[in-house]
């Protein structure tokens, strides 16, 4: 009854490679993000979609590719992975839009790139 | 450019102690302060939020003080317990387009 379950929840791949975290909430919410945690714990949002539309895009290589097939689920696709792009990802969602004040965060996905 | 300035980095409280984390904005676009508590290996959980409008607000042991003004605000945890040791955030929401802005985060760890 998680509600807010990301997969995997640890990825270990080497540079170059291409890989997916997906995202589903329970909720029934309408609104979906993905944020980046560094290895200082800062928090940074990367998307945000609201009923399958991107709402908010920041300042992301386009390496990161977000896509929404249902309200209910978010997934993130990485391309040619760097280094620099080890950090845990997490999923979030909130009730109606962007301007909600609650988020519910997923446990994270820990991407470790050698 | 960091929005959210928060401070200490790090904090060691003993047992029934106060706990004190500040932070501090420039934006006078917010108009929403949340804190969010974050446990090692899971995701963060809103833990209390104020409004702008008003300078206090108390759930339980946990206080948020807001100085609109001097633009600043503080989580205060009375009583500290071995069990609130984990990573607090602050935040702000842009309300120019909605975006939830955090501070950089305390490791806060109350010893027994």
């Known amino acids: 009854d998680t509600a807010v379950s990301q997969t995997p929840k640890y990825l270990v791949t080497q540079m170059g490679n291409d890989k997916s975290i997906k995202c589903e909430q329970n909720l029934g919410h309408d609104t979906m993000y993905w944020y980046k945690q560094d290895s200082k714990k800062f928090l940074k949002i990367m998307f945000s979609y609201n009923n399958k539309e991107l709402i908010i895009n920041e300042t992301v290589p386009n390496r990161f590719s977000p896509k929404s097939p249902d309200k209910a689920h978010l997934n993130l696709h990485i391309n040619s992975l760097e280094l620099g792009d080890s950090a845990v990802y997490f999923c979030a969602s909130s009730q109606g839009s962007v301007w909600a004040n609650v988020l519910t965060f997923g446990a994270g996905s820990r991407l470790t790139v050698l | 450019q960091q929005q959210v300035k928060q401070s200490p980095q790090s904090l060691i409280v003993q047992k029934g102690g106060i706990s004190i984390i500040n932070c501090a904005y420039e934006?006078?676009?917010?108009?929403?302060f949340p804190w969010y508590q974050q446990f090692p290996g899971k995701g963060p959980a809103l833990l209390i939020a104020?409004?702008?409008?008003?300078s206090e607000k108390k759930e339980g042991r946990f206080t948020i003080s807001f100085n609109n003004s001097a633009k600043q605000f503080s989580l205060h945890i009375m009583d500290s317990q071995p069990g609130d040791s984990a990573t607090y955030f602050c935040?702000?929401?842009?309300?120019?387009?909605?975006?939830?802005?955090f501070g950089q985060g305390t490791e806060l760890s109350v010893k027994p």
């Open positions: 104020i409004r702008p409008d008003v």
């Open positions: 935040a702000a929401r842009d309300n120019q387009g909605g975006k939830l802005i």
């Open positions: 934006n006078t676009a917010f108009d929403y």
